[in-house]
């Protein structure tokens, strides 16, 4: 399945950082509108690169903006991944999780 790795080990790679606008530019250049919550949880994601889950996400984004639904995160996360701008992670079978980075790593 496109967009899904196997994962034992954490990632080696250390956290990316962006700005806004290129955040927003890499969205649009895959097709997606640059909406704030695909900014917040791509930015997120790029920060962490703990492979978080869904649940992680969703608490650390709602703190900064109340306002996001569950829905929307997963919304947003699936929107991420079909672009390929990021990826899921199977770490745990009962558990998915994201990458940020979607490049070939460790």
């Given at each position: 399945?496109?967009?899904v790795?196997?994962?034992?080990?954490?990632?080696l790679?250390?956290?990316?950082t962006?700005?806004?606008?290129?955040?927003?530019?890499a969205?649009?250049?895959?097709?997606?509108?640059?909406?704030?919550?695909?900014i917040?949880?791509?930015?997120?994601l790029?920060?962490?690169?703990?492979?978080p889950?869904?649940?992680?996400?969703?608490?650390?984004?709602?703190?900064r903006?109340?306002?996001?639904s569950?829905?929307t995160?997963y919304?947003?996360?699936?929107?991420l991944?079909d672009a390929g701008?990021?990826r899921?992670?199977?770490?745990d079978?009962?558990?998915?999780r994201f990458?940020?980075?979607?490049?070939?790593?460790?």
């Amino acid at each position: 399945v496109t967009g899904v790795q196997t994962c034992a080990l954490p990632i080696l790679t250390g956290p990316i950082t962006k700005s806004v606008q290129e955040i927003a530019a890499a969205l649009t250049e895959k097709g997606l509108r640059p909406t704030q919550q695909r900014i917040a949880i791509y930015d997120y994601l790029l920060r962490h690169p703990t492979h978080p889950t869904v649940d992680t996400i969703y608490r650390a984004v709602l703190e900064r903006f109340p306002t996001f639904s569950r829905t929307t995160i997963y919304n947003s996360l699936h929107a991420l991944v079909d672009a390929g701008l990021i990826r899921t992670v199977t770490i745990d079978p009962e558990e998915q999780r994201f990458d940020g980075n979607a490049a070939d790593h460790a």
